[in-house]
Structure formats: C-alpha cells, structure tokens
C-alpha cells in the first residue's frame, strides 16, 4: 500500500511512518516542518506543505494522484488548548481548514480511505469518570470543536462520496519508541517538564485545586507507539466491507493525576522536580480518562505500556536528544 501521512514528521506521525516503514508500505509525508523534520521519516518522500493554506488542495491532488495512493493519516493540525482560546479564529483556520483541503483532495483524486487524528478533547468536561464514545461531546474550547467537526466533516464524506473514514479520540501522549522519535515540540507535559529543567528552570504546574484527589489534573496518559499501533489497526479496519463505528477512544481506561507524572518523571529519571504552582490554564476539565472497551473489541487493540514505561522511555529520548540534562 501507499500511504499519504500528513504531519508525518512530527511526534506522533513519524511513529506511524516507521511502523509503515517496517511492515513494507509506501509512505508520502506532507508536513509544513513546523515542528516536525525530514530526519524523522527515513526515505518517505516528503512534500513540505501546509495542508490549510492557499493552494494547498491543487497541491495534495496532485500527490495523490502521482504515488497512486491507497489511505490517508490525517495528523497535521494545531493542538495547544490554551492558544486555541486566545486564538480562536487561527485554529478553525488551520484545522477546520486543513482538514477541508485534504477531504477535497481525496475526492477529486479518488481515494476513499481517511484515518483522522482526533482527541479527547472533544468531550469537554463530562460528568462521569471515565467517557465513552456514546457520550454526547461537549467541547469546552476551540481546539476540542475543531476536532468535533472534523469527524462531521468526515462523517458528511462518507454519506455523500463513499468515504471510509475513522476517527482516534486520543488521550494524552507520552513516551517514545525509539529514541530518535522522542516529543520533539514542548507542548506535551512530559517535555515542558525537562523542558524547564534543563533551562535551569522550576516546571510549572497548572492548577491544584481541582476536585481530583490531589487538585491536580488527571489525565489517561498512553505510549506513543501503543498510539501509533492503533492507527495500522485502524488502517485495516478500513479495508473491511462494514465498519460499525467511525469513532474510538484510543486511552487505557485509566488516569493518572500531573502531580503523579512529575513525581513518576523524577523516580525514572533521579531527578528533584520540584514544580511551581500556577492559575488554571482555560478549558482544561479536571479528569479526562477514556473507556478502551470498543476499540479492544472491534480492532483488537490494546495498550500494552503502564506509565513507568512511557515515563522511562520519554526519559531515555530526551537524554538521547540535543538537550540533555545533567544528573
């Protein structure tokens, strides 16, 4: 198969691309290298673009068409919260808009396979502890709507023009796979964390009064190659004449508070992180855990790293990466 992967050279995206690499497929990357870069993707052809600018769409036909592509991994977008409320506007644009673009290209180029890069952010604060897909979503800020209506986007495709489309809810990401792949863009706790530290810096800690059971925010963190295998189980469901569902959770069905990944971060990596406490960033709901039941029993995925592991293997990039910390 050839697969287009946009944001492909980035954290999460260049994950996917080697697991491509490895089990014998074609892959193009069309990234912006914004926070992504060449060095990530191997051979994979690489076309340096913004999905959601001018001229884009002309552009992304014309790939389809010349690799013969077979599916698409939709990963290109923006995805700090806290930006998304200053910066409404920007953020419909780059992926509401990127994500019209890649659809549109598909159809003029005939390609009917899209595995969407979504979020748990699109469940906004929910009432129960852990969330299922059945949930009606709620997002409580933009970056969480834009995601919201990328799965209409691709749901309305689907209806009007055949597409098979599915969307992964991610929760939150962690960790590395190989040590060259580790979070190159600090915009994830773990590497605003290190971050911090190996600038001489206290990490900073947003929020401990929230109604969790240390204040801290608790989140369902999950390995980035765990995240990364998903989406070949996805990629293959797709081949199949029926899908069910169009939307899975890709979490493990259980949290973990900021207060316990900073102290985890510490024991793997015999650091003293000591965190300054700061306000409330906006739209962050206090617990975000997601049920893995329907992606368990319809793609046969399963996360397989505990936090100590992710945590570890997070650790391990970073002090391969150019930056590492003295301990």
Same mark, same amino acid.
């Not at 080697?18 to 076309?47: K, P, Y």
């Not at 962690?174 to 580790?182: I, M, P, Q, V």
């Given at each position: 198969m050839t697969i287009l992967v946009t944001g492909g050279a980035g954290y999460i995206g260049a994950?996917?691309?080697? @697991? @491509?690499? #490895?089990?014998?497929? #074609?892959?193009?990357?069309? +990234? +912006?290298? =914004?926070?992504? &870069?060449? =060095?990530?993707?191997? +051979? &994979?052809?690489?076309? #340096?673009?913004d999905v959601a600018s001018a001229g884009a769409q002309e552009v992304l036909v014309a790939a389809l068409r010349e690799h013969e592509v077979d599916a698409v991994i939709h990963f290109a977008a923006r995805k700090q919260v806290g930006e998304s409320v200053a910066r409404p506007t920007y953020y419909y644009q780059q992926n509401v808009g990127g994500l019209t673009n890649v659809l549109a290209a598909m159809e003029e180029a005939g390609v009917h396979k899209l595995v969407f890069s979504s979020s748990a952010a699109t469940y906004g604060m929910p009432s129960v502890s852990v969330v299922e897909e059945k949930l009606h979503a709620e997002p409580i800020n933009p970056y969480g709507e834009t995601k919201l209506v990328g799965e209409w986007m691709g749901r309305a495709a689907s209806r009007a023009w055949g597409l098979k489309f599915v969307a992964l809810r991610y929760f939150n990401v &962690?960790? =590395?796979?190989?040590?060259? @792949?580790?979070d190159p863009a600090v915009l994830n706790l773990v590497p605003m964390v290190l971050d911090r530290i190996e600038r001489g810096e206290q990490p900073r800690l947003f929020g401990d009064d929230y109604p969790t059971p240390d204040g801290t925010c608790i989140r369902d963190y999950i390995h980035v190659l765990d995240l990364a295998k998903a989406h070949i189980a996805a990629l293959q469901y797709l081949t199949h004449d029926s899908q069910p569902f169009d939307v899975f959770n890709v979490g493990t069905g259980t949290g973990a508070s900021v207060r316990e990944v900073i102290d985890g971060l510490a024991a793997v990596s015999g650091l003293t992180i000591d965190p300054i406490v700061e306000a409330r960033r906006a739209g962050d709901p206090p617990q975000l855990v997601g049920s893995p039941e329907r992606i368990n029993e319809i793609l046969g995925w399963h996360a397989e790293a505990g936090l100590e592991e992710i945590l570890s293997s997070a650790w391990k990039a970073w002090q391969a990466g150019p930056r590492p910390i003295d301990v």
């Open positions: 994950h996917v691309v080697r @697991l @491509l690499q #490895e089990r014998g497929d #074609e892959v193009v990357v069309v +990234d +912006d290298l =914004s926070t992504g &870069a060449r =060095s990530r993707v191997g +051979d &994979a052809t690489v076309i #340096e673009l &962690a960790g =590395s796979g190989w040590d060259d @792949l580790g």
